[in-house]
């Protein structure tokens, strides 16, 4: 082979390799982008805390909205508390040596009754405190009727928040 056509072939050896590794990025870029669009399909909407959900609002609303909902999930808190304690309960009696079935069912039915009643309070107050609100101001907190779990914040680099684990099983 001539110098002439080894150059050719060093060149088109080069723009080749060039090619793959270009649409090798291409393809890894897509890919995430499709699966974080796949995976923003798939969760709730709310995917910031509440406070910065308030945040957005007009100073003066921002602050009755705040004590408002302050003020409704202090109440709901003992519901939430009972739900946790018939959990524990429910757990203990599981591993225990005396294990009992229906009392099992019936402490689960209990927090699942008394997780209700926090929720429906904490529902209703919500609801309340959107009906005293403008329409703009009523979309931007419509998020917080969405049911999802806490959200952790986390500031580590580009990751994103991320939602704590249910605290159910207490």
């Known amino acids: 082979m001539s110098p002439r056509t080894l150059k050719i072939a060093l060149a088109a050896s ?8 270009a ?3 291409t393809l890894l870029v897509g890919r995430a982008d ?26 003066a609303v921002r602050e009755n909205v705040r004590e408002t909902l ?3 999930a202090r109440a709901a808190r003992p519901d939430f508390e009972e739900t946790r304690l018939k959990r524990r309960q429910a ?23 008394a ?3 926090g929720r429906a309070r904490l529902e209703a107050d919500a609801v309340a405190v ?17 049911r999802r779990g ?13 939602e704590a684990p249910p605290r159910a099983a207490e």
Do not use: W
């Open 14 to 21: 080069v723009a080749l390799n060039l090619f793959a590794v």
């Open 23 to 25: 649409a090798g990025a």
């Open 34 to 59: 499709v699966e974080r669009r796949i995976e923003a399909q798939h969760r709730a909407p709310r995917d910031r805390s509440f406070m910065t959900v308030v945040e957005g609002l007009d100073p």
């Open 70 to 72: 302050r003020a409704s």
């Open 91 to 113: 757990t203990a009696l599981v591993r225990s040596g005396d294990f009992d079935p229906e009392r099992v069912s019936a402490l689960l039915e209990e927090s699942r009754a």
């Open 115 to 117: 997780e209700l009643r």
């Open 130 to 146: 959107l009906a005293t609100l403008e329409p703009d101001d009523r979309a931007a907190l419509s998020e917080i009727l969405t």
């Open 150 to 162: 806490r959200v952790v914040v986390r500031n580590k680099g580009d990751r994103k928040a991320r």
